[in-house]
């Protein structure tokens, strides 16, 4: 227990140099001034025949209640001319009802008929949603979002121009806002970034499997989009935003990863198993998607944050000497750290051990749900020919 104490405490190491660069990039990032954001064509403060100068992109599968939120933020937005496309894809709740409600002409309401053959969900709303786009910017935005005040579009696309706009593409982490049980769960998104992957990487190197697009928001150039076609690209992956970043950067694309909490708020899930749900769709896939990967990925996330666990049981029983709960303290500290930045309650940091054992479950979950092709999400199958985001 003692040498497995050691080497736990070593990879907890490098996890708190990743958390320290990504959380001082971050900082960074929000400090510096940002430029204007683009002009529509001929100048236009409204949208024309002409276009304007951004488009933003919702995909909407029974979304009522989250529209009803999104949309009030969205059209009261200044600063920049913008139109919202937003695609109804073939919902069977009031989601086209909410879209009607709305008599803004920066508004356009698209009603599809779901994906066909060949296709899943949310790629193909998106796809159709970006054919109506009249905009020279594109922001991608899901309909679980909300805009934290006026000039949050304004300043989301001025993030974008300032790594140089054409040829770059900007994601990043939101605000959550889930409370509760859910929060547990959802806590893992920004955890898996800010303790994982180093941000400032992202942009620097040519290596696909260092890059990140977050599918709640990204922007990227009309031009670049009409050039690549990304979701044609991945038309058939539920991980869509996954696989859109690493094709933007096989095709040359440098993608940036910022804080946008001041910009957006998202609130994913309303229970604990809507929760437990929504994550087990994708926890397998992200986990490697195939038995190998997944057992290499799933070993490796157990000896970093479950075993601390079992350490600290094992000196409390006297089979390790004290040192061993070490582990457990830099678990809760690394799991702190994140949690301040996403400002999520200090009873979800205190229940820490708790957390990351539930993701090791949800991913076993998630694998055997895969196998049995049982997975699927608002209506749909995961997988296959439909997607369930």
């Known amino acids: ?199 400032p990487l992202v942009p620097r190197t040519k290596s696909p499997g260092l890059s990140a697009v977050n599918g709640q928001v990204w922007v990227l150039g009309a031009d670049d989009y009409r050039r690549l076609r990304p979701h044609e690209a991945v038309r058939d992956e539920v991980l869509e935003d996954v696989m859109i970043g690493r094709y933007l950067k096989r095709s040359g694309v440098r993608l940036w990863v910022e804080d946008l909490s001041g910009e957006l708020a998202v609130r994913m899930y309303r229970s604990f198993g809507e929760a437990w749900a929504g994550f087990r769709k994708n926890a397998y896939l992200l986990a490697g998607g195939r038995p190998a990967p997944f057992a290499a990925f799933f070993a490796l996330y157990t000896l970093v944050w479950v075993v601390p666990s079992a350490l600290a049981l094992g000196g409390a029983a006297g089979l390790a000497p004290p040192w061993a709960a070490a582990p457990l303290v830099t678990l809760v500290a690394v799991k702190l750290g994140v949690d301040r930045w996403g400002r999520f309650p200090l009873w979800v940091s205190a229940l820490a051990p708790v957390t990351l054992a539930l993701g090791a479950a949800l991913q076993l979950d998630s694998a055997w749900a895969h196998a049995r092709g049982r997975v699927a999400w608002k209506g749909r199958a995961v997988g296959g020919a439909e997607e369930g985001r």
Do not use: C
Not at 25 to 54: I, N, T, W
């Open 1 to 199: 227990m003692t040498a497995l104490a050691a080497v736990v405490l070593a990879l907890h190491a490098g996890v708190f140099l990743v958390l320290g660069v990504n959380l001082v990039a971050f900082a960074r990032g929000r400090s510096r001034a940002l430029p204007a954001p683009p002009e529509p064509e001929g100048g236009a403060a409204a949208p024309s025949p002409a276009g304007v100068a951004v488009s933003v992109l919702v995909p909407a599968r029974n979304e009522e209640d989250n529209l009803r939120r999104l949309l009030p933020t969205l059209l009261a937005q200044t600063g920049v001319a913008f139109e919202a496309v937003v695609v109804d894809d073939a919902s069977e709740d009031g989601t086209w009802a909410v879209l009607q409600a709305h008599a803004d002409p920066r508004l356009v309401p698209v009603r599809g008929s779901g994906p066909p053959a060949g296709w899943v969900g949310k790629p193909h709303a998106l796809y159709q949603a970006a054919r109506r786009a009249t905009g020279r910017v594109l922001v991608f935005l899901d309909a679980d979002a909300e805009l934290r005040d006026e000039r949050a579009l304004a300043r989301l696309v001025g993030r974008w121009a300032r790594h140089g706009g054409a040829g770059t593409a900007l994601s990043g982490l939101p605000r959550y806002l889930d409370r509760g049980p859910a929060a547990l769960l959802t806590s893992l998104v920004p955890f898996a970034i800010l303790a994982a992957l180093p941000t």
